[in-house]
């Protein structure tokens, strides 16, 4: 059975302290690993795709990056609007279009 | 930027109930989805939709519920006999193929 895992649950950094989010995955034929952002009562808002070990994406203070057992959401020098949930989801041989989400990252930025 | 939009934002409804959540996708995507999260719990998959039919489901959607686009741009979840444990923020996605999903804003579901 699939399985995703975040780490840490919680994190709260002072403005312009970067960090790194964990996602563990255990899965049947990675089909792809998606980041997403959830802001409180709102739907997941896509970030990145990652597909294969050794990959990277970036947008804005967000890089993600892809091993064969985990993906890293690295935040550079964050602001309080980063503020937000962050989801990792993946889609593998056993679930075909769909995802298997991990439970997030609530992070909290503080000015 | 386009956007799925669901209706209602906030649905209160009585144990036994049916509820229909409505859902407009964006126009030239071909998968459509529905997903769950319980407050405080992972957002679980329900259903996927293509080509007017349903191509997977899981375990929770059993034969309470149901979907249908009943007219080429709405997709509906309707659940026949709601239960407290039905409660829940419900989305709706939509896709054109492999690449990551368009969420809408969710529909709140509080049975009471």
């Known amino acids: 059975e699939d399985q995703v895992t975040q780490s840490p649950e919680a994190l709260r950094l002072q403005e312009g302290e970067s960090s790194s989010l964990n996602c563990s995955y255990t899965v049947s034929g990675l089909r792809g690993l998606f980041w997403y952002r959830q802001d409180p009562g709102k739907g997941p808002e896509f970030l990145f795709t990652l597909y294969s070990a050794g990959e990277e994406k970036e947008k804005e203070r967000l890089k993600a990056t892809l091993t064969k057992k985990e993906s890293f959401l690295h935040i550079t020098a964050p602001k309080p609007e980063d503020s937000a949930t962050y989801l990792c989801?993946?889609?593998?041989?056993?679930?075909?279009?769909?995802?298997?989400f991990g439970p997030g990252t609530r992070l909290s930025v503080l000015p | 930027e386009p956007e799925v939009t669901q209706t209602p934002s906030h649905q209160v409804t009585q144990m036994g109930q049916e509820v229909i959540l409505r859902c407009v996708p964006i126009s030239n995507h071909l998968y459509f989805y529905w997903y769950r999260q319980i407050l405080g719990q992972k957002v679980e998959f329900l259903v996927s939709?293509?080509?007017?039919?349903?191509?997977?489901k899981s375990e929770i959607f059993d034969d309470q519920f149901s979907v249908e686009r009943p007219d080429g741009s709405n997709f509906t979840l309707k659940i026949r006999s709601t239960k407290l444990e039905d409660s829940a923020m419900y989305f709706c996605?939509?896709?054109?193929?492999?690449?990551?999903?368009?969420f809408g804003s969710g529909t709140r579901l509080t049975v009471v």
């Open positions: 939709f293509y080509n007017n039919e349903i191509s997977e």
């Open positions: 989801a993946v889609r593998s041989d056993n679930y075909g279009q769909n995802f298997v």
């Open positions: 996605a939509s896709s054109e193929g492999s690449r990551g999903y368009t």
